[in-house]
């Protein structure tokens, strides 16, 4: 089965750096993927990590440690446009069209 | 990049009536689509994967008659709500990957926002 664990919420100051945490627990395992989603639209592409590290797309990074099962979006000089949920999703096995299992998402309310 | 488009946006219908969601990959084909449902405040929950020229895969506790799906050529799945009840009121959202591998990403449409009187 899979288990992806996001905080639920999450407050930022404008400017300031926050950091999403995501764990995972899931029965295959390629890659980790996040989204950002603003409320009443779809999700949008951020970031997708199949090797442990951090990748850096901007404002944007993103980290996978496969061995925890865990992975941080990190966001820097928030603007008031990041408020928004922030998916990670799991796809879990290679080869093929495999389902993404989605977590939570975790709000992020920017405040001035 | 690749683009999903799907239509409508909105819709809202009385109880008892079919509604139809169309999902279109624009520049790239798709010989499968994903589509979920998401509740209010709550995360987007897999329905159903549908695979061009033959039936779709539905998750647990999914009603396939229920929940109708058609995936008649590489750009376009269907889906449609039957004998819809107010408790199918959601936010249906489709999705595609715009090339074979679990390390392209889903690309996913506006969403369809249905209200069910």
């Known amino acids: 089965g899979q288990n992806i664990d996001q905080p639920t919420e999450m407050t930022a100051t404008e400017g300031a750096i926050v950091q999403i945490n995501c764990t995972y627990q899931t029965s295959g395992f390629n890659g980790l993927f996040w989204y950002q989603q603003h409320a009443g639209e779809a999700p949008t592409f951020l970031s997708y990590n199949v090797l442990d590290g951090l990748e850096e797309k901007g404002r944007f990074s993103s980290f996978l440690s496969r061995s925890k099962g865990y992975s941080y979006l990190l966001l820097k000089e928030l603007q008031m446009k990041d408020s928004a949920s922030y998916l990670c999703a799991v796809s879990p096995n290679s080869g093929g069209y495999q389902k993404v299992t989605f977590g939570t998402g975790t709000k992020l309310q920017v405040i001035p | 990049g690749a683009v999903v488009s799907q239509h409508p946006s909105r819709v809202i219908c009385k109880s008892g009536t079919s509604v139809k969601i169309e999902c279109r990959s624009l520049?790239?084909?798709?010989?499968?689509m994903f589509w979920y449902r998401q509740f209010p405040k709550q995360s987007l929950m897999l329905m159903a994967t549908?695979?061009?020229?033959?039936?779709?895969?539905?998750e647990q506790g999914v009603e396939k008659d229920k929940f109708l799906i058609n995936h008649a050529s590489l750009t376009l799945s269907t889906l449609t709500v039957t004998s819809a009840h107010p408790e199918d009121s959601s936010f249906y959202i489709c999705s595609a990957r715009e090339r074979l591998g679990v390390d392209s990403p889903l690309h996913f449409g506006n969403g369809t926002r249905l209200t069910v009187t």
């Open positions: 520049d790239f084909q798709a010989t499968t």
């Open positions: 549908s695979n061009e020229g033959s039936k779709a895969t539905y």
